[in-house]
């Protein structure tokens, strides 16, 4: 019994490794001219701002999230972060401008991941994508909102490919509808619908999950039931305390031992 006490009184220290849900999420949001079509209402971009709050409103602090906006191409609008209001601003700020790349939403999400740019050999991807190594980042998820009118490079299948052997799960959240709309672009009426196809192979690859919403209210309960993996995160804890109890517990067992015995605590 002394001998835990001393020990305790040292104040020793263990690696525990207890499971939490932590992680790095990146919203990548399409903010293509297809999104202004209000075949989702009030209009597709509105309706995926609604669903990426939802989202961001739901995960715990040790969340770090952060915000792709693309549409020819893709920006880092927002590095992942804990601060979920600079999030939510960010998610406000957004306008629709441009194609759709979900490619190269998805090369840059990683980047954000990876918190450097990442680079993927447009050679080496088109021949043997699982084959490109650019690390690894379990627990790691984007979530992609889009109406998925793919009108750029690279493959966003191929992407996914890397993102898979990256550990990186994909979920996506088709905004628009298979009717589609008509929208207004540059003086010309341009026709857009959903390709809920491309949406629902990228993430299969990843083994994430498809959705598709037809309002606001509905992509918002959607948004709310995507989880992210738990990972364990290794926790330096003081364990005074169990010897300090352990201590304890053998002085009280050898005083009753000690009574049984000879009448009295020696």
Partial sequence: ALALLLVGAARPMTTVQPPRREGTVILAMDVSNSMRADDVK????????????????????AVRIGVVAFGDG?????????AHVEVVKAI??????GGTSV?????TSLSAIAGKPVTIDAEALASDSAQVDI??????TVVVLSDGEETGRPDPVDVAEVASVAGVRVHTIGVGTPGGAVVQVDGFSVATALDGELLEEVASITDGTYHQGHDAGALAAISRTIDLRFKLVPEHTEVT???AAAGALLLMVGAVLSVLWFGRVV
Avoid: C, M, W
Avoid at 135 to 140: L, N
């Fill in 241 to 243: 305390g169990v010897f």
């Fill in 135 to 140: 690390g690894y980042y379990g627990g790691s």
């Fill in 103 to 107: 490619g190269q939403a998805l090369v």
């Fill in 74 to 82: 893709a920006v880092i609008v927002q590095t992942p972060t804990n």
């Fill in 42 to 61: 009030p209009t597709r971009l509105e309706a995926a701002k609604t669903a990426a709050r939802a989202f961001v409103h739901r995960q715990p602090p």
């Fill in 92 to 97: 406000d700020r957004l306008t629709t401008q």
